[in-house]
T-cell receptor
């Protein structure tokens, strides 16, 4: 089945530094990938939609300059949390949509637990 | 527009007894519906999906769900709970086709506890 690899699974960083999270579709092409944020004991909040070869589409209230998204190939999207602060600590999950599927070919990564100290 | 309401934030069952996790949806379009499971600090795993075929959908690990258009419901059931079923469950809706078909809307989740 379709597999999405997300790395790292856990990262601890100091305030003010930047962290890059990778989301890679291993056995399918994904023109569209999605980045979600999940606060403790809450549902997933869509942050942005990442489109290969073009700018990401951010949801209202999500800072584009803080959460940089790059989707440079059909199998890789990255999320960079710039100048991280403790309030950015969260669980980040990516999802990739299989180009061959019709509307429901979503596969989720295993998530990244970010802790900013 | 679309929305999902998971009627219970927490469900607790004894091992070996049936599981019922309730989900109601609202959608302006003909919807696709999904149930995902999330174990602690893990990503989401697809349990099952409804995409306008059979209304009774069978998924992995013995779970199934029935799409009831008249009740706008998509409840998740399992005849007999296992300890390994303890997790967070999310009901998700998206348009089945069209330009917005990538837009997944998540419910707030139901935490399932299984008592030995």
């Amino acid at each position: 089945g379709a597999v999405v690899s997300q790395h790292p699974s856990r990262v601890i960083c100091k305030s003010g530094t930047s962290v890059k999270i990778e989301c890679r579709s291993l056995d399918f092409q994904a023109t569209t990938m999605f980045w979600y944020r999940q606060f403790p004991k809450q549902s997933l909040m869509l942050m942005a939609t990442s489109n290969e070869g073009s700018k990401a589409t951010y949801e209202q209230g999500v800072e584009k300059d803080k959460f940089l998204i790059n989707h440079a190939s059909l199998t890789l999207s990255t999320l960079t949390v710039t100048s991280a602060h403790p309030e950015d600590s969260s669980f980040y999950i990516c999802s990739a949509r299989d180009d061959r599927a019709r509307g429901y070919g979503y596969t989720f990564g295993s998530g990244t637990r970010l802790t900013v100290v | 527009a679309q929305s999902v309401t998971q009627l219970d934030s927490h469900v607790s069952v004894s091992e070996g007894t049936p599981v019922l996790l309730r989900c109601n949806y609202s959608s302006s379009y003909s919807p696709s519906l999904f149930w995902y499971v999330q174990h602690p600090n893990k990503g989401l795993q697809l349990l099952l999906k409804y995409t306008s075929a059979a209304t009774l959908v069978k998924g992995i690990n013995g779970f199934e769900a029935e799409f009831k258009k008249s009740e706008t419901s998509f409840h998740l059931t399992k005849p007999s709970a296992h300890m390994s079923d303890a997790a967070e469950y999310f009901c998700v809706v998206s348009p089945s086709s069209g330009a917005g078909s990538y837009q997944l809307t998540f419910g707030k989740g139901t935490k399932l506890s299984v008592i030995p």
